[in-house]
């Protein structure tokens, strides 16, 4: 899990009705990776609160939950203001419902660490 000098990496999941898949996929990306972000992206099914209770003692899981639905563009974009506001530098975007394996994360943001401009 180490970073490049000056670069700050998370993992962003948005997530709209992914229901018990959502806790499971962050799991898995908790296991990969630290910090991972979700965007709660208006979901009407409790998906957020299964990851609420889920994650509640992980304080390098952070959940930010939108009002309506906007769209995965607007959720990736939410959570991209919102990181850069943090002083994160580079972001890994990775679907809640477990369709990228967690165990390329590692892979991925070593790619990322090792070319930060590109």
Known sequence: MAEAPGARQLVLIPSYNTGPLLP???????????????VIDGSTDGSDA??????????????????ANGGKGAAVL??????????????????????HPAAAIGHFMAASAAAPRR
């Open 24 to 38: 499971e996929t962050v799991r898995a990306a908790r296991a990969a990776w630290a910090p991972v972000w979700v």
């Open 50 to 67: 299964l990851l609420r209770a889920a994650v509640q003692d992980d304080p390098e899981c952070r959940l930010i939950r939108l009002p």
């Open 78 to 99: 939410a959570g991209l203001q919102e990181a850069a506001a943090a002083g994160f530098t580079h972001a890994l975007v990775m679907d809640a419902d477990g369709q």
